[in-house]
């Protein structure tokens, strides 16, 4: 049998009410290796249709009752049957006839007496025309169906008549009418703002002149009085057979993009709680206000405010009034500002001010005190009057410094000489005020004798499983136990570490003890407990790091796939090669890596998948407004999905509430750590911890 070139048996339904020619199409056909199908009639012909696969159709055209012509047009109109050859069998020569049979949808005719010889290779013809036809026609619908979830449209302008011709899913798009498809330029873009039509305009006929690409983002508003945001892109057509050259482009919605895009610009650079701006905007709109002052020759100030003993209002009302008193403080200071003027949190309760076009010192006193003043009056939160004061430091540009980051420490050393004076009062730096310069002096010498004296000790923060309620690992969180000082903050004395290179003796340390704690740990406990341990910039940085891991592991003798290494997405990102390199450092060795306070960072989508990382762990700043936040909740609910696609495991820091342990098993995530569960715990009080856990979970 010939080799037909399909992987399957091709149909061919054969009409003629005439036996002997229907005898002689089947025998010849089947032969070939086709599959035969007969009927003598119009309306036999519509029921196989209905029926049967059919691929291919062979039908006399004079038959009785209903002719080949009208049972063609029926197959084409009402079966919608668009891709199947239709070849008409005819004995007449008449034009006429075979004109109303194109007509009606034929694909080709053949005359009677049948050439034999011919037959298969015009079949043969046919068919493979007709599967490329339904290929293309495949095709077609998947990217038309691709462009619509995508929200792409496409469209042409023929810069001779000024018109676009717009596709269907771009006309959706943009909410135009389904009944036109051609418009004149001018009318479409009646809707874009003066200055996008004029660079909509411009960029169009540069094209055509210079033969380029182009590209650009316009707002436009649909029917619905809806203002959506497209991205363009277009580019000029110039072989396109029997047209003049011409502009083809797609437009895309992006709409949802930039919304989310501005709530992550947002969430990096407002407070969550205050809206206002935060550190890092305040650094960069500093920058700007000095670039100013410089034009202008005029000064401006820094005002470093810091909230008196504010501790106490935290520990004796609770978390939820100070951050309402903080907010309060936040509106008070705004307000004795001109709009020009910057308020910012730097941090808990610590605020800072850049005032601009100023005189003379006496202007930035002034006002500095009517904000001491305004503070300094009771708040109201959550039913009560609460009286705080503030500490507000001032430094001067030009004149103190020209480093935006000295001119806040300027401010902030200034503040510091204000609340030893008693708070509640106001200072204008000078260089004398080094009263925190020989605090840190001091701080680094106790620093450098710390190890030695055995004054480092490891707490761990629980983290469980959010599905199972199981404990499945511990972070190893560093504490400094000061002869004088009491406990020292990590905040206050690693950026000492770093700075001076003790970070790299602390951080051996802390990795010795840690993988020695998670060998006990999985000793003598049910459950296998991951040691999640952060590694700092400069320890991150040395090459030799990884060896120094392993090397402990197999001294100590833990499973190596119990120790977790974190860095932070802005170190990861910092030197992407080179962290790609001691990632895969690491990954060598087979200790698990995590990605740690992600979210904070300028993480790359091509980078992350990149990296040799198991775990992506949510700043706690994401997790907080949660309770408060559609868009936190929705920007948590996309970073969650994004690391599942990337198969990342996530955890969520920060988690305080029943309610955002909720909200994050709703989302899928996989593990939450926070004050829910527990406090960082010292070593006996984590086994006490893991003690009563077990049991509560029994």
């Given at each position: 049998?010939?080799?037909?070139?399909?992987?399957?048996?091709?149909?061919?339904?054969?009409?003629?009410?005439?036996?002997?020619?229907?005898m002689m199409l089947r025998?010849a056909?089947?032969?070939?290796?086709?599959?035969?199908?007969?009927?003598?009639n119009?309306?036999q012909?519509?029921?196989q249709c209905?029926?049967?696969?059919?691929n291919?159709?062979l039908?006399?055209?004079?038959?009785?009752?209903?002719?080949?012509?009208?049972?063609?047009?029926?197959?084409r109109?009402?079966?919608k049957?668009q891709?199947?050859p239709?070849?008409m069998?005819?004995?007449?020569r008449?034009?006429?006839?075979?004109?109303?049979?194109?007509?009606?949808?034929?694909?080709?005719?053949?005359?009677?007496?049948?050439?034999?010889?011919?037959?298969?290779?015009?079949?043969?013809y046919?068919?493979?025309?007709?599967?490329?036809?339904e290929?293309?026609?495949?095709?077609?619908?998947?990217?038309?169906?691709?462009?619509?979830?995508?929200?792409?449209?496409?469209?042409?302008?023929?810069?001779?008549?000024?018109?676009?011709?717009?596709?269907?899913?771009?006309?959706?798009?943009?909410?135009l009418?389904?009944?036109?498809?051609?418009?004149a330029?001018?009318?479409?873009?009646?809707r874009?703002?003066d200055?996008?039509?004029?660079?909509l305009?411009?960029?169009?006929?540069?094209?055509?002149?210079?033969?380029?690409?182009?590209?650009?983002?316009?707002?436009?508003?649909?029917?619905?009085?809806?203002?959506?945001v497209?991205?363009l892109?277009?580019?000029?057509?110039?072989?396109?057979?029997?047209?003049?050259?011409?502009?083809?482009?797609?437009?895309q919605?992006?709409?949802?993009?930039?919304?989310?895009?501005?709530?992550?610009?947002?969430?990096m650079?407002y407070?969550?709680?205050?809206?206002?701006p935060?550190?890092?905007?305040?650094e960069?709109?500093?920058?700007?206000?000095?670039s100013?002052?410089?034009?202008?020759?005029?000064?401006i100030?820094?005002?470093?405010i810091?909230?008196?003993?504010?501790k106490n209002v935290?520990?004796?009302?609770?978390?939820k009034?100070?951050?309402a008193?903080?907010?309060?403080?936040?509106?008070?200071?705004?307000?004795?500002?001109?709009?020009?003027?910057?308020?910012c949190r730097?941090?808990g309760?610590?605020?800072?001010?850049?005032?601009?076009n100023?005189?003379?010192v006496?202007?930035?006193?002034?006002?500095?005190?009517?904000?001491?003043?305004?503070?300094?009056?009771?708040?109201?939160?959550?039913g009560?009057?609460?009286?705080?004061?503030?500490?507000?430091?001032?430094?001067?540009?030009?004149?103190?410094?020209?480093?935006?980051e000295?001119?806040?420490?300027?401010?902030?050393?200034?503040?510091?000489y204000a609340?030893?004076?008693?708070?509640?009062?106001?200072?204008?730096?000078?260089?004398?005020?080094?009263?925190?310069?020989?605090?840190?002096?001091r701080?680094?010498r106790?620093?450098?004798?710390?190890?030695?004296?055995?004054?480092?000790e490891?707490?761990?923060?629980?983290?469980?499983?959010?599905?199972?309620?199981?404990?499945?690992?511990?972070?190893?969180?560093i504490?400094?136990?000061?002869?004088?000082?009491?406990?020292?903050?990590?905040?206050?004395?690693?950026?000492?570490?770093?700075e001076?290179g003790?970070?790299?003796?602390?951080?051996?340390?802390?990795?010795?003890e840690a993988?020695?704690?998670?060998?006990?740990?999985?000793?003598?406990?049910?459950?296998?407990?991951r040691?999640?341990?952060n590694?700092s910039?400069?320890?991150?940085?040395?090459?030799?790091?990884?060896?120094?891991?392993e090397?402990?592991?197999?001294?100590?003798?833990?499973?190596?796939?119990?120790?977790?290494?974190?860095i932070?997405?802005?170190?990861?990102?910092?030197?992407i090669?080179?962290?790609?390199?001691?990632?895969?450092?690491?990954?060598?060795?087979?200790?698990?890596?995590?990605?740690?306070?992600f979210?904070?960072?300028?993480s790359?989508l091509?980078?992350l998948?990149?990296?040799?990382?198991?775990?992506?762990?949510?700043?706690?700043?994401?997790?907080?407004?949660?309770?408060?936040?559609v868009?936190?909740c929705?920007?948590?609910?996309a970073?969650?999905?994004?690391?599942h696609?990337?198969?990342?495991e996530?955890?969520?820091?920060?988690v305080?509430?029943?309610?955002?342990?909720?909200?994050?098993?709703?989302?899928?995530?996989?593990?939450?750590?926070g004050?829910?569960?527990?406090?960082?715990?010292p070593?006996?009080?984590?086994?006490n911890?893991?003690?009563?856990?077990?049991?509560?979970?029994?």
């Open positions: 049998m010939p080799n037909l070139g399909w992987s399957t048996k091709k149909f061919i339904l054969i009409v003629d009410d005439d036996d002997s020619t229907r025998t056909l089947e032969s070939e290796g086709y599959h035969i199908i007969e009927a003598i119009g309306d012909a519509i029921e209905i029926t049967q696969p059919i291919l159709i039908m006399d055209v004079n038959m009785p009752k209903t002719n080949g012509i009208e049972v063609c047009r029926h197959i109109t009402e079966l049957m891709y199947t239709i070849i069998l005819t004995s007449e008449d034009t006429k006839v075979i004109e109303v049979a194109f007509d009606a949808g034929s694909t080709d005719f053949i005359t009677k007496p049948i050439n034999w010889s011919l037959l298969s290779h015009r079949l043969r046919i068919l493979r025309n007709q599967s490329i036809a290929d293309l026609s495949r095709r077609r619908q998947q990217l038309k169906k691709a462009s619509k979830i995508a929200l792409i449209g496409h469209w042409e302008f023929e810069p001779v008549s000024e018109e676009i011709h717009l596709s269907d899913n771009a006309r959706d798009l943009y909410g009418k389904k009944c036109e498809d051609r418009y330029v001018s009318d479409f873009v009646d874009l703002a200055n996008e039509r004029d660079e305009f411009g960029k169009l006929q540069v094209s055509l002149k210079n033969h380029t690409h182009g590209e650009m983002e316009h707002r436009w508003e649909n029917i619905k009085n809806n203002n959506r497209f991205q892109h277009w580019g000029l057509i110039e072989n396109d057979p029997g047209r003049l050259p011409y502009i083809l482009g797609i437009s919605d992006i709409t949802d993009k930039r919304e989310i895009e501005e709530v992550v610009e947002h969430q650079y407070d969550h709680l205050t809206n206002i935060n550190r890092r905007l305040f960069r709109l500093l920058d700007r206000a000095k100013t002052a410089n034009e202008n020759g005029t000064l100030a820094v005002l470093f810091d909230a008196d003993r504010f935290n520990d004796t009302l609770g978390h009034c100070g951050d008193v903080i907010v309060s403080m936040a509106r008070r200071i705004s307000e004795c500002v001109w709009s020009s003027d910057t308020v730097i941090s309760d610590e605020f800072a001010v850049i005032l601009e100023i005189t003379d006496d202007q930035v006193i002034n006002l500095t005190q009517i904000i001491l003043d305004a503070i300094a009056k009771p708040h109201s939160a959550m009560q009057d609460i009286h705080v004061t503030v500490s507000i430091g001032i430094a001067l540009y030009p004149g103190d410094t020209d480093s935006s000295d001119l806040l420490a300027n401010a902030d050393s200034a503040m510091f609340k030893k004076n008693g708070g509640g009062t106001l200072e204008v730096y000078h260089p004398d005020m080094n009263i925190r310069a020989c605090e840190r002096l701080l680094e106790d620093l450098r004798d710390a190890l030695e004296r055995n004054e480092f490891l707490f761990y923060q629980p983290q469980i499983c959010i599905s199972s309620q199981e404990l499945i690992g511990v972070e190893a969180l504490r400094w136990n000061h002869p004088t000082r009491g406990m020292v903050s990590p905040l206050d004395f690693i950026p000492i570490a770093e001076t003790l970070i790299y003796a602390i951080g051996k340390w802390v990795i010795r993988i020695a704690t998670a060998r006990t740990l999985n000793q003598n406990s049910n459950n296998r407990i040691m999640g341990i590694l910039p400069r320890q991150f940085g040395d090459s030799d790091l990884a060896e120094y891991v090397n402990i592991i197999q001294k100590i003798g833990v499973d190596v796939g119990l120790i977790d290494l974190e932070t997405e802005s170190l990861a990102m910092h030197d090669d080179k962290s790609l390199l001691l990632l895969d450092n690491f990954k060598h060795v087979g200790v698990r890596l995590s990605i740690d306070d979210g904070t960072g300028y790359s091509s980078y998948q990149k990296m040799p990382v198991d775990t992506l762990k949510i700043d706690r700043s994401f997790i907080s407004p949660m309770s408060d936040s868009g936190a929705e920007l948590v609910k970073i969650i999905s994004m690391a696609v990337l198969n990342l996530v955890i969520a820091e920060g305080e509430t029943d309610e955002q342990l909720s909200l994050l098993h709703g989302y899928d995530c996989d593990i939450a750590q004050y829910l569960y527990s406090p960082p715990l070593l006996k009080q984590l086994w911890y893991i003690s009563s856990f077990n049991k509560i979970a029994v």
